[in-house]
């Protein structure tokens, strides 16, 4: 599995540095302060994303950890119900 992953990133890494030809260049470096707004607005977007799971999950996993085990059960099943979907209609649009 780590040797896929190296295998991917030096993959990357070749073709960062060569043109369509295979020569070395850095043309596609010196561009790269051209995409630095989408950078960051990408990274911006994670860290709110992060922020608002965060809000939403604590408050809930205490609620959740204040009830019976039996109500647990339950809760946990209903927050994991809508992850599952996608696994399921992928499922059947193979079917």
Same mark, same amino acid.
């Given at each position: ?8 990133l ?21 561009t790269?302060?051209?995409?630095l ?6 990274? !911006? ?16 996993a ?9 109500k ?11 992850? !599952?979907m ?6 059947y649009? !193979?079917?």
């Amino acid at each position: 599995r780590l040797f896929s992953y190296a295998y991917h990133l030096l993959f990357v890494i070749y073709y960062s540095f060569t043109d369509k030809s295979g020569n070395f260049t850095l043309l596609y470096i010196e561009t790269l302060p051209k995409y630095l707004p989408t950078f960051l607005r990408s990274i !911006w977007f994670g860290i709110v994303a992060t922020i608002i799971c965060l809000l939403i999950a604590f408050p809930t996993a205490y609620f959740i950890s204040q009830k019976s085990e039996k109500k647990q059960r339950t809760y946990v099943l209903l927050v994991m119900l809508p992850m !599952w979907m996608s696994f399921l209609i992928r499922t059947y649009s !193979w079917m």
